[in-house]
């Protein structure tokens, strides 16, 4: 089915792929990322993703810079699943410069799922994109980093000029530091100020929290 000259069925073979939840598709999977049609190799994308496939991560690196922007989507998205950090500064260069504001999204999403705090940066200076979904993206990714180098820039966000961005950033300050000031910056300002070391002795211990449980 993978090779039927039908684009349609090989598209389909690949959803069934990723829905087997198996880690012999991947393999195969791979190998569709260089179909002829952007579907196929979006698809493909997607059900690697899905299966978390840690061997495709340098395949989908490359899909990065497909021609398609539907393609290019599809690989974020699936890097931000598999979780490898070898995806930060790839994805960080999409989120900076991608044409498409839909790849831009879903690179600000992918960064946040990694949960690598180097990130920062990008995500940070991503919420001046010219897009506000982009800026909804970046913002709630920087409530999943769990460090304190984030809280600067979310709580820049709740001045942002869309509403949807303005409350991703009071979500993710509620979610990172357990408090709620709703949209008013200057009481989050000023509780960051007293409670910036405890914040960051908290958001250290809950990230080596993590890491013990992973490596069990």
Known sequence: LLKDPEYQVRCQAAIALGASQSQAAAEPLIGLLKDPESV?????AGALGLLKAGGAIDALI????DKESFVREMAAEALGQIQNGRAL???????GGDKDESVRASAADALGELGDSRA?????AAL???NSLVRFDAVGSLGKLKTVDAVPAMNAALEDED??????AVLSLKILTGESFGLASTEWARWWEANKESLARKLASERATDVDDQTK
Request: charge should be positive; proline fraction near 3%; charged fraction near 20%.
């Open 40 to 44: 196929v190799r979006g698809s493909a």
């Open 62 to 65: 490359t899909l990065l810079k």
């Open 89 to 95: 500064q790839p994805l960080s260069v999409v989120l």
């Open 120 to 124: 920062v940066s990008a995500l940070t």
């Open 128 to 130: 001046k994109d010219r």
């Open 163 to 168: 509403a949807n961005v303005r409350q991703g």
